[in-house]
C-alpha cells in the first residue's frame, strides 16, 4: 500500500475514460498525465513495458492495452481548486470492447485520443458511438503532435467530416513534429511555450499563426455565446466576455453535448499535457453534474398502452455524500496477493473501513475490510470514499461485475452493459486430469473478470467464446498465469446432426439364449422423417398387446440412443417420427434391456435402409458496414454460401446486411470481417435452423 489518499467530494471528482482507435497514444498519455501531476518520479513506456496502465504480463508482452487500467492523481487547476482525477485507461482494440462499456457506465467525461498522425479512424467512429449510446461528455485531444507527419489542422478537418458532433477547437500547435514547442489557446489570446524540462510560460501568440488564431478565436467564442442569451447579448453589444466567462458557459455545453472541444498535446515532450488537464478540470462534467441512473426491477415504472414496460424502467441516483451509501462494481481483477478485488464507483452516500455492503440483488451482506484508489497494480490506502469517488477493496463475496451494494438491500440494479455476443470461439483441451478437475471453476472467475466470454461445457468440446482471437488467446494465457490451468486450443466442431428423407418400415429383432433366461423382444417400426426442427416423436399404434405396455418406454429409449449414437455418417440423429406397429415379446425371456436393444436395432436398421442426409447448422448473419464496403461484404458473404436475406440503410450512413450463413463459413469470419472493412465492421450471428449439407460430408470426428 502506498501513502494514503483522502476524498475531496464530487464537486471536485473527475471520473476520465480514455477512449480511441488502438495505438493512438491513450496509455501514453496518461503516463504523462500522472508524471506532471506528480504521481509517478517518471514517465514509463509502451515500449518498454513499464506503464502504469499496462502492467499485466499478457500488454507488457503486445504492447497494447487488454484491460481497464484505473489510476487516480490529484490536481491543481488554474481555478483554485484542487480535483481528484480517476484515468479509466480503455483498449482500442475491438476485441476488448467490454473494457471500453465497463468505463464509459461510471466515467463522467470521455477523451476521445485521436493520433495526429493517423486522424480518425475504425476505432474513433465506434467509439464515438458508443459514447452516443451512454450519453457522455466528450473532449478530444489530438495526440503524438510531436511525431513526424503529424498534423493537427488535418485531423480537425477529419473530424468535422468524419463524425457529427459541434466541435470546438480551444488550441492551435506552435511548430508541428519535431518543432512543437508550444499552444496557442484559442480563448485567452496567449502562447504557452514549454522548455525540454516541461516548463511553461506565457507570452504574446507568435506572429506566424497571428492572424490564424484571432479568426479562430472570433469564431469560437461565437460559437460558445450563442447557446447563452446573456453572452450573446453582450457580444453582439461589442462587449465580449471574458475567457473565465467563456469557460463556465463552455463547461454546460460541454455537459448538455452542445460542444465538444478539441485540444492537443504530446504526451513524449510534455507539450499539452498540463493544459489538457487543466481543461478536463475546468470544462469537464461532474459527479454532482450528472446522476448516475439505474434500472428498476422489470414492470416497474410507467408502462404502455398495454400496462407491460416496453423497456426496462430507470431512474436517477444523485452524487450526494449524505445519501444513503450505493456503489457500483463495474471491473472484478484477481490479485495474486489479495485475491479478487472488486473496483467500484460511490454512486450515493459514502464508504468507510468496517462498513458492511449488502447486495441489492441477492441481500448477501459483506465487511469492507481495507479501500484503496488505484494507480495501476498500486494500492493508495483510503479511510473513506464519497459520492462520486472510484475505489477498490477486496475479497467482497457478493461483488460480481455488474453488481450494486448498498447499505441495505434495494430494488434497484446496475443497467445492462451493451450486448456483445460471442464472435469467435475455440475449444479448451486440458492438458493433465488436474487441469481438468480445475477448468470449470477457473473458468467461471475468469468470466466474473471478464463477462465478455461465454462458456459452453455442455458439449463434448469445453468452447470459449469472445471478441476475437487476440481476446481469446489473452483468456488462456491467464487461465494459466492466474488460476494455473493449463490448456491447448483446438477448433470448435460444427454441430453436425443426420436425418433421413422417407419413411421405411423395419424389424429390430433381439433374440439370444445361454441357459436360464433368455433375451428376447421383437419390435416392427415405421420410421419415417420430420419436418427440420422438430426433433423426435415417439408413437405406439400396437393393438391386441402383442408389445407389452409396460416394454413401450424401453423402446423409446432404445431409440433416442441409436439416434444418438450416430447415423452412417457419425453424426446425431434428428427429426425422426418412431412408429411401433407390433412385435412379439416372451411371458420369461423378455425385459426392459431385451425391447430397448431392439428399439435401437430397429431404428439403425431404418437409417441404414433408408440412407440419411448431413444436416449443417445456419445462423442467422447481421453485418454493419460502411456503404462504401457493401459491395464487397455482400460478395464475401455469398463465396461463404450465405443467402443475402435483406439490406438497410441505418441513420448514421451504415448499412446493415442480413444473411443465412452456414456455421461452418463463419468460425473466422470475425477476423476477414476487419479485413475486408479496414475494422470499420461488426456482425453478430444467431443459431437459425438446419439445412441439408451440400457437397461433400465432413468425417465425424
Known amino acids: ?14 471520473n476520465v475514460a ?3 482507435h488502438s ?4 496509455t501514453t498519455l496518461a503516463e504523462a498525465f500522472l508524471h506532471r501531476a506528480g504521481a509517478i518520479p517518471r514517465a514509463g513506456s509502451v515500449a518498454e513495458g513499464t506503464t502504469v496502465c499496462d502492467h499485466e504480463p499478457e500488454e507488457v508482452a503486445r504492447g497494447i492495452s487488454v484491460s481497464l487500467g484505473v489510476a487516480h492523481l490529484d490536481w491543481r487547476a488554474p481555478d483554485g481548486g484542487t480535483y481528484q482525477v480517476t484515468l479509466l485507461d480503455t483498449p482500442g482494440s475491438p476485441d476488448f470492447a467490454g473494457s471500453v462499456d465497463a468505463a464509459l457506465a461510471v466515467a463522467d467525461l ?3 485520443v485521436v493520433s495526429a498522425v493517423d486522424g480518425v479512424q475504425s476505432g474513433t467512429e465506434e467509439v464515438w458511438r458508443r459514447c452516443d449510446e451512454a450519453g457522455i461528455p466528450r473532449l478530444v485531444v489530438v495526440s503524438q503532435e510531436d511525431r513526424a507527419r503529424a498534423s493537427f489542422r488535418t485531423v480537425l478537418a477529419a473530424l468535422r467530416g468524419a463524425l457529427d458532433a459541434p466541435f470546438v477547437p480551444l488550441e492551435l500547435p506552435l511548430g508541428e513534429e519535431q518543432s512543437l514547442h508550444g499552444v496557442a489557446d484559442v480563448l485567452t489570446e496567449r502562447a504557452r511555450e514549454y522548455d525540454g524540462d516541461g516548463r511553461t510560460h506565457e507570452e504574446d501568440v507568435p506572429a506566424d499563426v497571428r492572424d490564424e488564431e484571432h479568426a479562430l478565436h472570433d469564431e469560437v467564442v461565437e460559437e460558445i455565446v450563442t447557446h447563452d442569451d446573456d453572452q450573446l447579448e453582450a457580444y453582439l453589444a461589442g462587449d465580449e466576455p471574458g475567457a473565465a466567462d467563456l469557460e463556465r458557459t463552455l463547461a454546460h455545453e460541454v455537459l ?24 478536463v478540470c475546468e470544462l469537464g462534467p461532474s459527479p454532482a453534474d450528472r446522476a448516475a441512473v439505474v434500472a428498476l426491477p422489470d414492470g416497474a415504472g410507467s408502462g404502455g398502452a398495454d400496462g407491460v414496460p416496453s423497456e426496462r424502467a430507470t431512474t436517477e441516483v444523485a452524487a450526494d455524500p449524505a445519501g444513503d451509501a450505493l456503489v457500483h462494481v463495474f ?5 495474486p496477493f489479495v485475491g479478487q478485488v472488486s473496483v467500484f464507483k460511490v454512486l450515493s452516500g459514502s464508504v468507510a473501513t468496517g462498513d458492511r455492503l449488502v447486495s441489492t440483488a441477492t441481500g448477501a451482506e459483506d465487511r469492507v475490510h481495507g479501500l484503496f484508489r488505484l494507480r495501476g497494480r498500486e494500492h493508495v490506502a483510503v479511510d473513506r470514499v464519497v459520492a462520486g469517488d472510484v475505489a477498490a477493496v477486496a475479497k467482497l463475496s457478493a461483488a460480481s461485475t455488474g453488481t450494486l451494494l448498498g447499505a441495505r438491500r434495494a430494488p434497484v440494479s446496475a443497467r445492462d452493459l451493451p450486448e456483445r455476443p460471442p464472435v469467435y470461439a475455440v475449444a479448451l483441451r486440458p492438458v493433465s486430469q488436474s487441469d481438468d478437475d480445475k477448468l470449470s471453476s477457473a473458468l467461471t472467475r475468469l468470466r466474473a473478470e471478464d463477462p465478455t466470454l461465454h462458456v459452453d461445457l455442455t458439449g463434448s468440446q469445453a468452447v470459449l467464446g469472445g471478441l476475437g482471437d487476440t481476446h481469446l488467446a489473452v483468456a488462456v494465457e491467464r487461465l494459466e498465469r492466474s488460476f494455473g490451468v493449463r490448456v491447448t486450443t483446438e477448433p470448435v466442431q460444427v454441430a453436425y446432426r443426420e436425418t433421413i428423407t422417407r419413411a421405411v ?24 422423417p420430420l419436418p427440420r426442427g422438430e426433433g423426435f416423436e415417439f408413437v405406439s399404434s400396437v393393438v391386441g398387446g402383442s408389445v407389452p405396455r409396460q416394454y413401450l418406454p424401453a423402446v423409446e429409449r432404445g431409440a433416442r440412443e441409436a439416434m444418438d449414437g450416430g447415423g452412417p455418417h457419425g453424426y446425431p440423429v434428428v427429426d425422426l417420427r418412431v412408429e411401433v406397429l407390433d412385435g412379439k415379446a416372451h411371458s420369461v425371456d423378455s ?3 431385451a425391447f430397448r436393444t431392439a428399439g435401437g436395432v430397429g431404428v439403425r436398421e431404418a437409417l441404414a435402409a433408408a440412407g440419411t442426409v448431413v444436416l449443417e447448422p445456419v445462423s442467422a448473419v447481421s453485418v454493419t458496414v460502411p456503404s462504401d464496403a457493401q459491395g464487397d461484404v455482400m460478395g464475401d458473404l455469398s463465396a461463404r454460401r450465405g443467402h443475402i436475406t435483406a439490406t438497410d440503410s441505418l441513420p448514421d450512413g451504415r448499412v446493415r446486411v442480413d444473411a443465412l450463413v452456414p456455421e461452418a463459413e463463419l468460425t473466422r469470419y470475425v477476423l476477414d470481417l476487419r479485413s475486408v472493412t479496414g475494422g470499420r465492421g461488426s456482425f453478430t450471428a444467431t443459431p437459425d435452423r438446419y439445412e441439408v449439407l451440400s457437397g461433400g460430408v465432413p468425417a465425424a470426428r
Open 110 to 112: 470521455a477523451v476521445v
Open 331 to 335: 471491473r472484478t481483477v484477481v490479485d
Open 18 to 20: 480514455l477512449v480511441g
Open 256 to 279: 448538455t453535448g452542445e460542444a465538444v472541444p478539441v485540444l492537443l498535446a504530446s504526451a513524449v515532450t510534455g507539450v499539452g499535457v498540463d493544459r489538457v488537464l487543466d481543461l
Open 505 to 528: 418400415e423395419v424389424e429390430g429383432k433381439v433374440k439370444k439364449q445361454s441357459g436360464g433366461h433368455g433375451q428376447f423382444a421383437v419390435v416392427q417400426l415405421r420410421v419415417s
Open 591 to 593: 425385459s426392459d434391456m
Open 1 to 14: 500500500m502506498a501513502t494514503t489518499s483522502t476524498s475531496t467530494g464530487p464537486a471536485t471528482t473527475r
Open 23 to 26: 495505438g493512438s497514444g491513450k
